[in-house]
């Protein structure tokens, strides 16, 4: 029986703990995800994003704490769990020996998608991942970008509700990132699918319904983008004018604000910078120069909310968690 | 469980990656000839054998045990190579048992190896041996099924490799040997007695003793079999059966 409830909630996952031996990769962990949403796993390396998914595909089994991913339970029904998902991992899952649809075919195959339907799936994984031309070329001969477009188009074969993108841009150009996006963005639409994603790129996580950032494997702020981003306390103004001391001076006496200089600009911080700039150019005194605005990125977020950047290292203690589970798992997987 | 459409969509990957790659299939029919022709050919000089079988006649069927064995190994490592290069993760996480995954790359190693020692076996009557229709057909079946116990055998040593770097470790010090200590290039009555133990627990000895009793059927002097072939078939679906199980097992293991 699935109550009403949960029919609204598509991966449930509720104070999830996993152990490597010392190393705790999660700590205690409960979210929820809407159907058709994208949802963003947000954090630097070493996190816990990764063993959150391998969880929650049932790879590995949790210490403590449950998951459900539409209404299945991932440690105890792992058949129902696969068929209802679709992954791509970080490194990528192909077999670049054969051709495109050599590889969409035997995903077909694999989740038994029925006979009659089989080749008209492929067909149309093709056109979808822009790779039609391209069906009968080894995979080896494609581009980084090329790869994950078919990646993607092979996980959706089976017509899973949730599907995994586990770092879907890393090792991208500029370019095959964007289109990757643009693509990503089409899925919930198109394929009536849920999206679990994760990135340490600030910037990509702006396409989710929602976010969950995660830090050593404890979830440290959760919400929309702009619910996270309002963490920040709102946009940034830099102000260049004649006199910026006597400026700030101003500032401060007119509008309250706490106005500072730093390398020949004065900055602020306000709620609804873009209401605020005209004011300012008309009530104070002295001439302006330059004026520009930044609107608060999610990485002041997590600047803000663990005192580091998210990419400056952290990833060389994050590499360091990867290589400690890495090696525990080499000790005591083969028993 | 045991799921037919992983089985299937695992050897037909197989087959068609080991139609496509010709260099392959060259290597692994260049090995044993080299043996029989080279080898064989020159012993057969310097081994007097009686009544019986040459010695290139005798080590024919050992010949056909180490194509059987190289390709069957060689099929199974490529699971080494699956890990090393993200597609096994492909196939552990669909909605299949690791049974469906083992008994797929199994039955892989058995239809390439099978073919390859079909190959072989169409070198007989240069070697100067009368083989009729059953006889090849027995043959063709104990090629299957040792394939079979080999390619299980190899899924197991697999599980136990993260990468290709274990490969020349598997060839050198299990492979040669188990090659070495079958019976293939000498009887196992005229082993020593230590060497015979590690004869008698190897998989091949049976596969190629079986092959013996095929090819040999009248042969009672030194060069015939060394066990009945009832014992024969027996060993090997034993060993099959007991290698399938052990590497499900070690596939199932989660962190």
């Known amino acids: ?335 | 469980m045991i799921e037919a459409n992983a089985v299937y969509v695992i050897v037909a990957r197989e087959f068609k990656k080991f139609v496509r790659e010709r260099s392959r299939l060259v290597s692994t029919i260049a090995r044993p000839l080299v043996w029989l022709f080279l080898v064989g050919g020159g012993m057969s000089r310097l081994v007097p054998t009686g009544t019986g079988p040459s010695y290139i006649q005798f080590i024919f069927p050992g010949i056909l045990g180490m194509t059987i064995l190289f390709s069957s190994i060689f099929s199974s490592i490529s699971i080494i190579w699956d890990k090393e290069f993200g597609f096994m993760k492909e196939i552990l996480v669909a909605p299949i048992s690791r049974f469906s995954v083992v008994v797929g790359k199994a039955t892989s190693g058995m239809v390439l190896s099978t073919i390859q020692a079909v190959i072989i076996l169409a070198f007989f009557p240069l070697v100067g041996l009368k083989i009729g229709v059953f006889q090849a057909l027995g043959i063709v079946f104990v090629c299957m099924v040792l394939s079979f116990a080999i390619a299980a055998f190899g899924i197991l040593l697999a599980s136990f490799y993260e990468s290709y770097e274990s490969f020349s470790v598997i060839m050198n010090f299990i492979v040669m040997p188990m090659f070495f200590l079958s019976g293939a290039m000498y009887p196992v009555k005229m082993m020593p007695a230590l060497l015979r133990v590690f004869t008698k627990l190897n998989p091949l000895t049976y596969g190629i003793d079986a092959l013996k009793h095929l090819i040999f059927p009248n042969e009672t002097g030194a060069l015939s079999a060394d066990f009945s072939l009832f014992v024969d078939i027996g060993v090997i679906l034993a060993a099959s059966i007991v290698f399938v199980a052990l590497a499900g097992k070690a596939f199932e293991r989660k962190g």
């Open chain 1, 1 to 335: 029986m699935i109550s009403g409830k949960l029919l609204h909630i598509m991966i449930r996952v509720e104070n999830l703990v996993k152990r490597f031996g010392p190393v705790t990769a999660v700590d205690g962990i409960s979210f929820a995800v809407a159907p058709k949403t994208i949802f963003g796993f947000l954090g630097p390396n070493g996190a816990g994003k990764t063993t959150t998914i391998s969880i929650l595909c049932t790879l590995l089994a949790p210490t403590s704490g449950e998951a459900f991913i539409n209404g299945h339970d991932c440690a105890a029904e792992s058949a129902a769990v696969r068929r209802s998902i679709g992954i791509v991992f970080q490194d990528s899952s192909l077999d670049k020996d054969l051709t495109a649809r050599e590889n969409l075919l035997f995903h077909a195959y694999l989740y038994r998608v029925d006979a009659s339907e089989r080749n008209r799936r492929v067909e149309d994984a093709l056109k979808f991942a822009d790779l039609h031309e391209r069906a009968d070329d080894l995979v080896k001969r494609f581009s980084g970008g090329m790869k994950r477009r078919l990646e993607v188009a092979r996980g959706l074969i089976h017509r899973p509700k949730v599907l995994f993108l586990d770092e879907p841009t890393l090792g991208l150009d500029p370019q095959s990132r964007s289109n990757l996006w643009e693509f990503i963005t089409r899925l919930p639409k198109e394929h009536d699918v849920t999206i679990f994603m994760t990135t340490h790129y600030m910037e990509e996580a702006e396409v989710c319904s929602r976010i969950a950032i995660i830090d050593k494997g404890r979830i440290i702020a959760s919400g929309t983008p702009g619910e996270l981003k309002k963490i920040v306390g709102g946009d940034v103004i830099y102000l260049r004018t004649e006199d910026n001391k006597k400026a700030a001076e101003e500032i401060r006496r007119l509008f309250q604000i706490e106005a500072a200089e730093k390398e020949g600009e004065i900055f602020l911080s306000v709620p609804r910078g873009d209401s605020v700039i005209p004011e300012l150019i008309r009530e104070i005194g002295e001439r302006v120069l330059s004026v520009r605005m930044q609107r608060p990125t999610l990485n002041d977020v997590f600047l803000k909310l663990t005192g580091k950047e998210i990419r400056e290292e952290t990833a060389a203690s994050g590499d360091d968690i990867k290589e400690a589970v890495r090696s525990y798992r080499r000790r005591h997987d083969r028993g």
